[in-house]
Nanobody, 126 residues
Framework: EVQVVESGGGAVQAGGSLRLSCVTS????????IMWFRQAPGQAREAFSC????????WHGLRVKDRFTVSKDNAKNTVYLQMNNLKPEDTGVYYC???????????????????WGKGTLVTVSS
């Protein structure tokens, strides 16, 4: 059984930092791309970061570039998201998603994701 489990969310003030973790099991880690999506209240789920486990290539959306960094630990089947200089507009539920892709490729389409975590809430106050 494949499991994708996020942790590390919480409440912080603007300018603060959080590190999210995404632990996966039951899949061949190097065969997957791991994406991070955010869903704000009343809005659609939006991808903003991805790492290809096979070759380590990374993508960050313009809104989070220079503030968020995605990384991986192959030995632990885990992906991390370091979030710095958080802003109130970063508030939402953060989902980790796994999609089986060739190295170097990611998807930003929620409909293409193979496995989802249950999400972790991030609240940033001004």
């Amino acid at each position: 059984e494949v499991q994708v489990v996020e942790s590390g969310g919480g409440a912080v003030q603007a300018g603060g930092s959080l590190r999210l973790s995404c632990v996966t099991s039951g899949l061949v880690f190097v065969d997957y791309a791991i994406m991070w999506f955010r869903q704000a209240p009343g809005q659609a789920r939006e991808a903003f970061s991805c790492i290809s486990i096979g070759d380590g290539s990374r993508w960050h959306g313009l809104r989070v570039k220079d503030r968020f960094t995605v990384s991986k630990d192959n030995a632990k089947n885990t992906v991390y998201l370091q979030m710095n200089n958080l802003k109130p507009e970063d508030t939402g539920v953060y989902y980790c998603a796994a999609d089986r892709r060739p190295p170097g490729l990611c998807t930003t389409d929620p409909a293409e994701v193979d496995y989802w975590g249950k999400g972790t809430l991030v609240t940033v106050s001004s």
